[in-house]
């Protein structure tokens, strides 16, 4: 994909990228990371969406942290997502830039409760959409 710029042609990979997530400890630990940024790259974030698999409305955070920082930038905090539904967080228009340079990159992460045990205790999916590599 080619984004025209008024001076140079940009060109980019879309790709995208699901991970379940859920964790009994939720909010304290058991953070998943969705997505960071390969260095010394921009990315572009056109969609994310977050589905609840569990038979029960369950909350969820999905946050950004900028390279080289701890402050969390919610896109959802504490959400009550009900049994089943998806809910997305970022679609029709909007956009986020992610940057990166050698050291430090942005990444987007996702955390939520589970009532569930085992190997795979997930209660949710997270689904990011994203043009990679956005650079002039």
């Not at 008024?6 to 790709?15: D, E, G, R, T, Y």
Request: proline share 4%.
């Amino acid at each position: 994909v080619y984004f025209r710029h008024p001076c140079v042609w940009l060109m980019a990979l879309f790709k995208k990228s699901s991970h379940p997530f859920g964790n009994s400890g939720y909010p304290s630990t058991g953070a998943v990371n969705i997505y960071t940024q390969p260095a010394s790259k921009s990315s572009v974030v056109v969609g994310l969406s977050v589905v609840n698999t569990s038979d029960f409305d369950l909350p969820c955070d999905i946050y950004l942290i900028k390279g080289g920082g701890t402050a969390k930038h919610y896109f959802a905090k504490d959400r009550r997502v009900k049994a089943g539904e998806t809910v997305q967080l970022i679609d029709s228009g909007q956009k986020v830039v992610l940057e990166a340079d050698a050291t430090n990159a942005d990444g987007v992460w996702a955390n939520a409760y589970t009532h569930l045990d085992g190997a795979n205790p997930q209660t949710f999916s997270c689904w990011l959409s994203y043009y990679e590599d956005v650079n002039a």
